[in-house]
């Protein structure tokens, strides 16, 4: 099977998820860090999601799920244990053009929840396409092993290093050149860190220029 990666972006969009038992937690809490507006319907639910709703973080309606209860959402994902109640969720979904996933049941799936290392806003996401989840974990775990523990704070720091650069220099090879370097290079949030200080010289050499084509070295 082959699968479209792609990592969405679904701050404020609305996600349900039908079943709130352990099979729905760890899929609620990937929506939640993704900023994720959760609606869950299920006739009961495991603490973990009750402390949940109680503190306004997820929406729960204690009660089966009914059609209809898809309309407005973007993504769901069904995990009750009752196949026949899932399959109606993804016949639901699919009339209604909304991403669904079922799971542990790939035949009735739009997409799968990867497994995922995370540092900060690095993440490494590992998909078998439902072939072997236990592989997926495998392997995160042996990613996770020897992913260093900062990588998110260096991560952090590429980034605004990065957008130093895009205001500093024009759109060329040269600029794409240094922004490689840089991603193999110590990165810090010093305003004398090595990379820092080889970037400003790199852009000595390799001016931004404005709309008239005149470099922004000449204009100051």
């Known amino acids: 099977m082959s699968l479209f990666p792609i990592f969405l972006k679904l701050a404020a969009r609305p996600c349900t998820v039908i079943g709130a038992g352990h099979l729905a937690e760890s899929k609620i809490e990937s929506l939640r860090a993704a900023n994720a507006e959760i609606t869950v319907i299920a006739p009961e ?64 799936c739009d997409f799968y929840f990867p497994s995922v290392v995370r540092r900060g806003d690095l993440q490494i996401a590992i998909s078998t396409a439902g072939a072997s989840p236990a592989l997926a974990q495998k392997l995160r775990k042996e990613i996770n092993a020897q992913l260093p523990l900062d990588a998110g704070e260096w991560l952090t720091d590429l980034g605004n290093l990065r957008r130093e650069v895009v205001a500093a220099e024009p759109l060329n090879d040269e600029r794409r050149w240094l922004l490689h370097q840089l991603a193999e290079r110590e990165v810090c949030g010093y305003d004398n860190c090595p990379s820092r ?16 084509g005149d470099s922004s070295k000449d204009k100051a």
């Open 197 to 212: 200080l080889l970037a400003r010289e790199h852009a000595k050499l390799n001016p931004a220029r404005d709309s008239a």
């Open 45 to 108: 639910a495991s603490e973990r999601i009750r402390s949940l709703a109680a503190a306004g973080e997820i929406q729960y309606h204690q009660r089966p799920y009914a059609e209809g209860d898809l309309t407005g959402s973007f993504l769901v994902v069904a995990a009750t244990n009752v196949p026949a109640v899932n399959r109606a969720v993804f016949r639901e979904a699919t009339e209604k053009g909304v991403l669904c996933n079922a799971v542990d049941d790939p035949p009735f």
